[in-house]
């Protein structure tokens, strides 16, 4: 085979033989400009929800760690590739928050708070109710979460 140029798709025809095709111009363009569109929209959303969560914070609180909590419900589709995951567990300098993608659920503080592992699932008790028990999605998150807690909730 010759040398390959750029812009060139390799083919293999019917007979085994491989031959190079190169598509015009003309479709190159706007398949472009289509994936180039869809890639902006994608970032602006995903940063549009990055400011959001951002204004949640209160002056000098920092961001420790975010887990992704698995939908309480079997028949959830997994999100589009230019979303991010519907439910999220927030761990901050100063508590916990839960989101469902841009909306803050509940922002409660380290010291109201008794986490507790169960297995694999998190439960999280406010004043004397359980106000979340979660599946989070990568392995040993859990134990992460109550050693956030053991850190920070001692204060």
Do not use: C, F
Request: charged share 25%; proline share 7%; hydrophobic share 45%.
């Amino acid at each position: 085979m010759r040398g390959r140029r750029d812009g060139v798709i390799a083919v293999v025809t019917a007979v085994g033989r491989v031959a190079e095709v190169a598509p015009p111009w003309w479709v190159l363009v706007p398949v472009t400009a289509l994936v180039a569109v869809l890639a902006g929209r994608a970032d602006a959303r995903l940063g549009r929800e990055d400011a959001v969560r951002a204004e949640a914070l209160e002056s000098g609180e920092n961001v420790i760690g975010t887990y992704t909590v698995r939908p309480p419900y079997v028949d959830h589709s997994p999100p589009s590739l230019y979303e991010s995951p519907q439910y999220q567990l927030r761990l901050t300098t100063r508590g916990m928050q839960m989101w469902e993608r841009s909306a803050l659920l509940w922002n409660h503080p380290w010291p109201e708070l008794r986490v507790v592992a169960d297995g694999p699932r998190l439960r999280i008790h406010h004043e004397g109710r359980e106000v979340g028990a979660m599946l989070l999605e990568r392995a040993g998150a859990v134990q992460e979460v109550v050693a956030v807690k053991r850190r920070y909730g001692a204060e």
